[in-house]
């Protein structure tokens, strides 16, 4: 039987162009969710870090100190860095934001990466001029067979706003004269659908997302581990709680935020992995309703239809799943799902030739179908 995906042109979606990228209906809410969410933080990660410090020189460590440190070790570098985003990322760009992208290709052996950042070289200019920004392993091998890049930009310092092809997420460059120092040139790869376990761009994609899962989920234990460890034995003998309330309360809720992460943790890098060994794609038609709503995690909500192989219509959830898997069901009128449909109301979906496997939630059954 032929893969369904051998008669899919990978990117479906497309930016329109031609407009100040704030126009473009779907590029510019993702960015400006962001953009706010990162706003928001430079209020909300103090306060959460300054209540981890009064928590701490109130209570004196009597009440143990897993709870405050936390509140301040990690919270008080979430925001230098969502600080150092705002100057660096976020300010430069918002000008950039009047003008209209467009797609840049890689000349012939143009594409370069180092540790940190890939390198394209723009075709058709009579300068050199590289593209550089930050990618996931995925993304980076969906640029080794496809070497080009939605480019708005630059502006001041080289400044400039770039998404992969079929990305409905802009990222911050760099538009510069020369590639970083230890660019190495990489090998193009076949540019084609292939199935999920084939897949270039889906394999280098899920063997992050597990690495990532399983580091995830070792942090969360171990952060339960030391919560226990330090606010349990003093839980049992206090005789005043009222005394130690706050702290305690800290702990528990630290406690209950690391057993609900570090198993979602688990169940995804089970999930990956099965979903990763896929032998084919099962495309369902599929119908988008009402708004999508955009968080600032660069994650959405949705929710609309979807008919299933044996020609029944369910409804289907899409709760906290990446805006290119909105975009590109929105403009292709597909739900691309790795493997085959299996029973229960949970499925993987993705799209050939991206990096993208995404959880989404199958209903019950409409009135049509």
């Not at 990162?38 to 209570?59: E, I, M, S």
């Not at 000008?95 to 180092?114: C, F, H, I, K, N």
């Amino acid at each position: 039987m032929n893969d369904p995906a051998t008669e899919y042109r990978p990117g479906p979606f497309s930016p329109l162009g031609g407009r100040p990228t704030r126009d473009e209906p779907v590029l510019a809410p993702v960015f400006g969710s962001w953009r706010d969410m990162v706003g928001r933080t430079l209020l909300l990660h103090p306060l959460g870090a300054a209540a981890g410090v009064v928590l701490l020189v109130l209570d004196g460590g009597q009440s143990g100190l897993a709870a405050p440190v936390l509140l301040v070790a990690t919270l008080g570098p979430l925001w230098l860095n969502n600080l150092t985003a705002w100057f660096v990322s976020v300010a430069p760009t918002k000008r950039l934001l009047d003008e209209p992208g467009r797609y840049v290709t890689a000349r012939e052996g143009g594409l370069r990466y180092s540790t940190l950042a890939v390198a394209l070289r723009i075709a058709d200019v009579p300068e050199e001029r590289w593209v550089l920004l930050r990618l996931g392993a995925g993304a980076r091998a969906q640029l080794r067979a496809d070497p080009r890049l939605w480019l708005v930009g630059p502006g001041r310092k080289g400044v400039a706003l770039a998404a992969t092809p079929g990305s409905a997420m802009l990222r911050v460059a760099r538009v510069q004269s020369r590639p970083p120092r230890g660019a190495r040139p990489v090998t193009p790869l076949a540019y084609g659908p292939s199935a999920p376990c084939d897949d270039a761009a889906v394999q280098a994609h899920m063997r992050s997302r597990r690495r990532i899962s399983a580091l995830s989920s070792v942090w969360w234990l171990l952060v339960l581990g030391w919560l226990v460890q330090s606010h349990l034995p003093v839980l049992l003998r206090t005789e005043d709680p009222g005394r130690n309330a706050w702290v305690l309360a800290a702990a528990l809720a630290i406690a209950g935020l690391a057993v609900f992460s570090a198993g979602a943790y688990l169940t995804e890098f089970v999930r990956a992995g099965r979903a990763g060994r896929a032998l084919t794609w099962t495309p369902l038609p599929a119908t988008i309703d009402g708004e999508i709503e955009h968080s600032g995690h660069l994650t959405a909500h949705a929710k609309g239809r979807v008919r299933l192989p044996d020609g029944t219509e369910r409804l289907v959830s899409f709760a906290g799943v990446s805006p290119d898997l909105l975009a590109d069901v929105a403009s292709s009128g597909l739900l691309w799902v790795l493997g085959a449909l299996r029973h229960g109301g949970r499925a993987v979906a993705g799209v050939p030739g991206r990096p993208l496997a995404e959880s989404v939630t199958l209903g019950r059954r409409t009135m049509e179908g």
